[in-house]
Nanobody
C-alpha cells in the first residue's frame, strides 16, 4: 500500500488549504482514511477521519473549521482546512485502515504564519 499526500504549504492566519491523500497498490477499499498531525515537540494527534459508509470524526480543535470528504477517485480523501491558525502548523500524515491493518503516508508540512 502506498499513501500519497499532497497539498501542504505556507498560508497566513485565516487562510485555507486542501490536503489530499490517495492510496495505491491496494486491493479493495479501506474501512477508513484520515489525517493525523505532529507539531514540533508534540505527539502525533488525530485530526479527522472518514469512515466509508459511515460518519466523519474530528478533533475538537478543528471542528467547524476542517472538513474531510471522500473524493471521486477510489481510496482518496480530501481535507479542506479553513480559518487556519498558527497552532495548526504541523506535519500532516495520512492514515488508512483496512481491518486490523494500518498504513501511513509520508507527511506533508502545513505552516500557518501569524
Amino acid at each position: 500500500v502506498q499513501l500519497q499526500a499532497s497539498g501542504g504549504g505556507l498560508v497566513q492566519t485565516g487562510g485555507s488549504l486542501r490536503l489530499s491523500c490517495r492510496a495505491s497498490r491496494v486491493t479493495g477499499r479501506f474501512d477508513r482514511m484520515g489525517w493525523y498531525r505532529q507539531a514540533p515537540g508534540r505527539l502525533r494527534e488525530h485530526v479527522a477521519t472518514y469512515i466509508f459508509g459511515g460518519n466523519q470524526l474530528y478533533a475538537d480543535s478543528v471542528k467547524d473549521r476542517f472538513t474531510i470528504s471522500r473524493a471521486s477517485a477510489e481510496n482518496t480523501v480530501n481535507l479542506q482546512m479553513t480559518s487556519l491558525k498558527p497552532e495548526d502548523t504541523a506535519v500532516y500524515y495520512c492514515r488508512a485502515q483496512k481491518g486490523e491493518v494500518v498504513s501511513w503516508g509520508q507527511g506533508t508540512l502545513v505552516t500557518v504564519s501569524s
